[in-house]
């Protein structure tokens, strides 16, 4: 099967590059390519999927669709908080104070409380509701409802009932009583049955209706009361009620208006309507001032139930968290107060097929407005920004328009879209970055690879895999490797432990990486490595370069062992910004000056001398030059077949190589202007290439050394560099490197006529101005008596 093709030629085009051509023209695609396009194509697909996955979703109006639009509709009760409710709606509560502070005192003086006596104990005598009925309705009240079922005789006699009823003959018109189904188990299985008030109570003229609500999915009342009995099974035998709600408007005789949805409207969680303690109506202190004579009640549909904790009466709503449940008087006050005032929650689409079609809609157009974002995370933030608008467009018309539209199902649609390309985003990332790892392994030695990794933070991954991995690997059945130091552009270097010596010292093992694996390539490249550490033997004669300890050749990879240097790298003393005075700086360049006339008599050039590769000895503060694994032996034949070489050479670090060096073409003078760049960037604080040049390639260090000057150092005044000193760095790095010093032998003994000047200022102050300033005058110094000197020092 012919792969895809990634150019963007017509069929035009590559006929006609083929009648130029011999041999066909064969376009392919990687299978990176392939992967990236097929991550592409699954998010626009998963964002179908989501798109039609919500509207079939919807369209079902499955448990798990209810569940989730009442958790909304839960949320956005909450969100609104309570809020007012009608003032023609009162609930006299049967609360704990009601059953507890009428039985001690009439326990205290039964005469005295000789009117509390029928509320001596719980439950009460019939003869009490008689009393607190007559006595509201006596006082205006629109309607009493009492949520308490009268279904079996009273236990205080058929005296007591007697009293009931004859109130509720006298002003049944104006009463409610409740009825409630039950569901009861017998021996041929659970039957839903009616438990309505004895029928001594159920006069022509008294209402009754069932206090039920039915329970959603989410075990929380949502609906009115008239709902239940449409969930009823058919049964001719079973009586069916209006809901107890309906019942005390037709008998306060309220027209309200048909409701237009099936929801309460809360007003608020448990406590949003005030409550009255049924115990105030009898007590004559209570009834006279706080009740004031019964005028609270006036025109008022008084609601009478249980809100203590013994009975239990309690439900979660919606308006509440399951853990704030609400009295079943509570829920009839709200359910009344929905019925009068025309509030009752409607959902804004009727038809599950019209639902279904609408979400389609909703999320339909929103994925293709998040489709139109370029960058993965874009969609993604922008998808939760959709998600939220619409939970606030559904939030504004509950709130405003007592409507309930599809909410849950979209926003979380329309959010995973957004998911879906950020997934997919992530795993087009994962795949390049496994990508990296090959290309890593395919080409170890290239030094763009190791820039590109080692200057990427989220790249780090990649080093610390091939840490782990080469992690306690043994090189020539000797040296295990602790952790990888570094990479360069041809080589990695590791700390590894000897474990054929005792105590199995430390020692740092070089790895270089033939760029050829050909078997001549191989040949060439063994050559110039045993050249190389020979070259390597010779130069850790010096105290100053770290000693050559082994070299060994395994699975075509070759190895250089060299002793470990304890110490730090010098660019932790010259981090950026900082600037350190003349005379640490003349030291750093001296000592690399003298190890460097070393390294050039052995016909040798570092090419890579920076701060990172310098290193400060700590047992005696000497400076160490590090990493020769640039060193060639300079001969005219390898110069001439350079880029023939086996070895992929690394041509310095940015800043500190000159230009010759950038073109492959290092001189000794190269390392010169390198240790003059270090000698700058300890001067100035200022990375070398930031440093800015004229019109001629040459550094202008001088303005970032006056802006450098002035700046304290250890505490004191910084001086001014000596314009010697800094004729001589100048000098070390010019841009034509025929005009530098041709020798690192040369340089340090500028430098040396120059400190030896210094010292004699130092260990002589009283050595004569003229004699001084002539000396001075003959390097280049500036001509200044000592007065100015010390007035700058100052």
Not at 595 to 616: E, G, Q, Y
Request: charged letters at 20%.
């Amino acid at each position: 099967m012919a792969e895809e093709p990634t150019s963007t030629l017509t069929k035009n085009h590559v006929s006609a590059a083929n009648r130029h051509s011999s041999k066909p023209t064969k376009v392919t695609s990687t299978a990176s390519a392939r992967q990236s396009r097929w991550m592409l194509r699954l998010g626009h697909l998963l964002a179908g999927g989501w798109v039609m996955g919500a509207a079939l979703l919807s369209a079902s109006g499955g448990e798990l669709v209810q569940l989730m639009e009442n958790k909304a509709l839960s949320a956005f009760f909450q969100l609104r908080g309570p809020i007012l409710p009608p003032e023609d709606i009162v609930i006299l509560a049967i609360d704990d104070q009601s059953i507890s502070v009428p039985e001690q005192y009439y326990k205290t003086n039964p005469k005295q409380y000789a009117y509390l006596e029928t509320l001596k104990s719980y439950p009460y005598k019939r003869a009490a509701y008689a009393q607190v009925i007559t006595k509201l309705i006596k006082a205006g009240a629109r309607s009493v409802a009492v949520d308490v079922v009268f279904d079996t005789p009273s236990s205080y006699g058929t005296t007591d009932d007697r009293q009931l009823q004859a109130v509720l003959q006298k002003y049944g018109s104006k009463v409610t009583l409740a009825a409630v189904y039950e569901n009861s188990q017998m021996r041929q299985g659970s039957f839903m049955q009616l438990i309505d008030p004895q029928e001594m109570f159920r006069t022509g003229s008294v209402s009754i209706g069932s206090v039920n609500f039915p329970l959603e999915v989410d075990g929380k009342v949502h609906r009115l009361g008239s709902e239940f009995s449409k969930l009823l099974a058919e049964d001719n035998l079973l009586e069916k009620l209006p809901s107890f709600d309906e019942a005390v408007l037709k008998a306060a005789q309220v027209n309200y208006p048909q409701p237009k949805g099936d929801r309460i409207h809360f007003w608020g969680a448990a406590g949003t309507f005030e409550q009255i303690p049924f115990w105030h109506v009898l007590d004559p202190e209570n009834w006279n001032t706080y009740l004031e004579k019964g005028k609270v009640f006036k025109d008022k549909i008084v609601v009478i139930g249980a809100t203590d904790k013994l009975h239990n009466d309690y439900y979660p709503v919606a308006a509440s968290n399951s853990a704030k449940r609400m009295s079943g008087v509570e829920i009839h006050a709200n359910a009344i107060a929905t019925l009068m005032q025309g509030k009752a929650i409607a959902s804004g689409i009727n038809s599950l097929p019209l639902r279904g079609l609408f979400v389609l809609i909703i999320v339909g157009t929103t994925a293709l407005m998040i489709t139109r974002r370029k960058r993965s995370i874009n969609r993604f933030l922008y998808s939760l920004a959709l998600s939220a608008t619409w939970v606030g467009i559904s939030y504004g018309l509950f709130v405003h328009g007592q409507l309930i539209f599809p909410t849950t199902v979209p926003m979380i649609a329309i959010a995973m879209i957004g998911f879906s390309y950020l997934g997919t985003s992530l795993v087009r990332e994962s795949i390049k970055k496994r990508q990296l790892v090959d290309i890593f392994q395919k080409y170890k030695t290239s030094a763009v690879v190791q820039e590109i990794i080692s200057q990427q933070d989220d790249l780090q991954d990649l080093i610390q895999q091939r840490d782990l991995a080469l992690s306690g690997k043994v090189l020539a059945q000797r040296y295990r490797i602790v952790k990888v130091l570094g990479s360069g552009g041809f080589s990695e270097t590791y700390i590894a432990e000897d474990t054929q010596r005792p105590g199995n010292p430390r020692c740092v093992v070089k790895q270089l990486k033939p760029a050829n694996t050909k078997p001549e390539a191989l040949q060439l490249a063994r050559r110039l490595f045993n050249s190389e550490a020979q070259t390597l033997e010779k130069l850790g004669t010096h105290p100053q370069i770290p000693q050559l300890l082994a070299y060994f050749e395994e699975d075509e990879e070759f190895y250089l062992v060299q002793e470990q240097i304890i110490g730090h790298p010098l660019n932790q003393e010259l981090p950026p910004g900082k600037a350190i005075d003349e005379i640490a700086a003349i030291k750093i360049v001296r000592d690399l000056l003298q190890t460097l006339t070393f390294v050039h008599k052995n016909n040798v050039i570092h090419r890579d001398i920076k701060p990172s590769n310098i290193m400060r000895r700590h047992s005696d503060g000497k400076l160490i030059l590090i990493d020769f694994g640039a060193v060639k032996e300079v001969s005219t034949k390898q110069l001439d077949h350079q880029e023939q070489t086996p070895f992929t050479i690394g041509i310095g670090t940015q800043g500190y190589a000159p230009s010759e060096q950038c073109f492959g073409r290092p001189h000794y003078s190269s390392d010169i202007y390198a240790v003059g760049m270090v000698g700058i960037k300890a001067l100035t604080g200022i990375a070398p290439r930031e440093l800015p040049r004229d019109a001629d390639g040459e550094i202008k260090w001088s303005d970032a050394l006056r802006q450098a000057q002035g700046k304290t150092y250890g505490g004191k005044l910084r001086t001014q560099v000596s314009h010697s000193l800094a004729k001589i760095l100048s000098k070390m790095v010019l841009d034509d490197f025929k005009q530098r010093y041709q020798s690192a032998s040369e340089a340090l003994e500028d430098l040396e006529a120059f400190d030896d000047v210094i010292n004699s200022q130092t260990r002589y102050p009283m050595l004569q101005n003229d004699s001084l300033m002539n000396t001075l005058d003959d390097l280049g110094a500036p001509t200044k008596s000592c007065s100015e000197a010390s007035s700058e020092t100052t």
